[in-house]
Nanobody, 127 residues
Framework: QVQVVESGGGLVQAGGSLMLSCTVSGLTFDDYAMGWFRQAPGKEREGVSCINWSGKVAYYRYSAVENRFTASRDNAKNTAYLQMNKLETEDTAMYYC???????????????????WGEGTQVTVSS
């Protein structure tokens, strides 16, 4: 049984930082690319980043995110990370990680290209 568990969310002031973690069990972690998504109230879930199986290639959906967020992974720990710096109020959302059914990302794939999802971790940025 595959389990995906996010952690690291919280309340932070604008300009602050958070590191989200995503630990996966029940599969061979380095066989899969990992994605990060977010969903703000009243909005659709959107892709934030995708990192390939090795961790050597990462994609970001928006340049504004790429300049502030960094995706990484530690395959020995079956864990993916999203380091978020210079947080803005617009970053407030529930953040999810997901397992893609492939080793590579080829951009930031849509939600239907992911096989397993966590339940999310809330990030709230106050002004």
């Amino acid at each position: 049984q595959v389990q995906v568990v996010e952690s690291g969310g919280g309340l932070v002031q604008a300009g602050g930082s958070l590191m989200l973690s995503c630990t996966v069990s029940g599969l061979t972690f380095d066989d899969y690319a990992m994605g990060w998504f977010r969903q703000a109230p009243g909005k659709e879930r959107e892709g934030v980043s995708c990192i390939n199986w090795s961790g050597k290639v990462a994609y970001y959906r928006y340049s504004a995110v790429e300049n502030r967020f960094t995706a990484s992974r530690d395959n020995a720990k079956n864990t993916a990370y999203l380091q978020m710096n210079k947080l803005e109020t617009e970053d407030t959302a529930m953040y999810y990680c997901a397992v893609r059914g492939r080793t590579a990302c080829n951009g930031v794939p849509a939600t239907d290209e992911y096989s397993y999802w966590g339940e999310g971790t809330q990030v709230t940025v106050s002004s």
